[in-house]
Nanobody
Framework: QEQLVESGGGSVQPGGSLRLFCAASGIIVGFFAVGWYRQAPGKQRELVAGNTSRGSTNYADSVKGRFTISRDNAKNTVYLQMSSLKPEDTAVYYC?????????WGQGTQVTVSS
């Protein structure tokens, strides 16, 4: 069964860092474009960072220079390193894997940035 499971979320003070993990099973992430999305209360889900199967990356303007998406195909895992976190980064973060064969989502992990 295809499944993405996020972890690594939590509460952090402004300026802090977190690393999110997305462990895949039932699919081979190396064949997928992967991305991290977030959804804050009352707002639409938005793309934070994306990484194609060929290694190209893209970031939302609001996180450029602070967030880094990466993947370890051997571990079938996608990461999001978040630094210099701001209160406006507070949201539920979702992992996505997308290909012609299908699109998969994780259940989300909460990130809260507050003093």
């Amino acid at each position: 069964q295809e499944q993405l499971v996020e972890s690594g979320g939590g509460s952090v003070q402004p300026g802090g860092s977190l690393r999110l993990f997305c462990a895949a099973s039932g699919i081979i992430v190396g064949f997928f474009a992967v991305g991290w999305y977030r959804q804050a209360p009352g707002k639409q889900r938005e793309l934070v960072a994306g990484n194609t199967s060929r290694g190209s990356t893209n970031y939302a303007d609001s996180v450029k220079g602070r967030f880094t998406i990466s993947r370890d195909n051997a571990k079938n895992t996608v990461y999001l390193q978040m630094s210099s976190l701001k209160p406006e980064d507070t949201a539920v973060y979702y992992c996505n894997a997308d290909a012609l064969t299908g699109s998969y989502w994780g259940q989300g992990t909460q990130v809260t940035v507050s003093s």
